[in-house]
């Protein structure tokens, strides 16, 4: 049997809702930061940042009669409508044909971001504690500190259509034993206080900025709002009797 004593905290920016583009250029501005954006099981890649070259492709299929002109007659978006109108013209055209042509042009544009979970390199930039992760498995940190159990956190940030943006922190410490409130206290609440700060201190700190211009105070000064909730979850796997297994045919 697991015993899973759960935290969650969410902040919740009320603010106009960001676009795609907006969203991009914070997810970039962050990864300066040193804060990077991917999905929850999705590999780090620091080239997938900033303000990048993109490569934009156009494809038309041009009908081309070289008898009547060496320039296109007309142009279609779909290989279908070409094919259509070649079959239509064939009776009065013996050269018609169309051909496709590709047209590709270099942008500059925010890169696409890939996910809402938060993750970091581990080169002891970000926290004054460094080294204290055993591991950044599937995007989650995994705590290694000198308690029972398993410790670990997922961070996100998420844009939202009530509130504008919300940076919310999961956290889940699974133990095989009942803990006394004062050690659920330490654990939820203590050691991981600085982590939580530190990156809240980063998201606003490039939140508060011309470029995005969100008020990042805490109500009833400023228009952040903070949600707070505990939970304690048993996970228990109890195998099917042998009544259950022959109700279901496994005995056969």
């Known amino acids: 049997m697991n015993i899973i004593y759960e935290k969650n905290i969410v902040f919740k920016y009320n603010c106009d809702r960001m676009n795609e583009k907006t969203f991009r ?17 999705g590999t780090l890649n620091e080239e997938n940042y900033g303000y990048i070259d993109v490569v934009k492709s156009t494809k038309k299929h041009n009908i081309m009669i070289p008898s009547l002109s060496s320039e296109p007659i007309m142009s279609w978006s779909w290989v279908s409508d070409a ?19 590709v047209t590709e ?3 500059k544009e925010w890169a696409e971001t890939l996910g ?18 055993e591991s950044y498995c599937r995007n989650y940190f995994a705590y ?7 410790l670990e956190m997922t961070a996100k940030l998420e844009t939202n259509y009530s509130h504008g943006l919300e940076l919310s922190f999961n956290i889940e410490w699974t133990v095989d034993d009942k803990q006394t ?22 998201v606003d700190k490039v939140l508060k900025t011309k470029d995005f211009g969100v008020d990042v105070k805490l109500s009833p000064v400023g228009g952040v709002d ?8 048993i996970d228990v796997k109890q195998e099917c009797s042998l009544e259950s297994r022959q109700k279901l045919g496994g005995s056969q």
Do not use: H, Q
């Open 25 to 41: 250029k914070l997810t970039s501005k962050l990864a300066k930061k040193g804060i990077f954006l991917v999905s929850y099981s």
């Open 83 to 101: 094919k259509r109108c070649v079959g239509g013209l064939e009776d009065y055209f013996d050269d018609v044909y169309y051909e496709a042509v």
């Open 105 to 107: 042009k270099i942008k």
């Open 116 to 133: 809402n979970t938060i993750t970091m390199l581990d080169d002891d930039t970000l926290f004054n504690t460094p080294n204290k992760y």
């Open 144 to 150: 290694d500190f000198d308690i029972a159990g398993e």
């Open 181 to 202: 409130p004062a050690m659920i206290e330490r654990v939820l609440d203590d050691l991981l206080l600085e982590d939580i700060t530190s990156i809240k201190k980063i």
């Open 226 to 233: 903070m949600n707070c909730w505990s939970n304690t979850k």
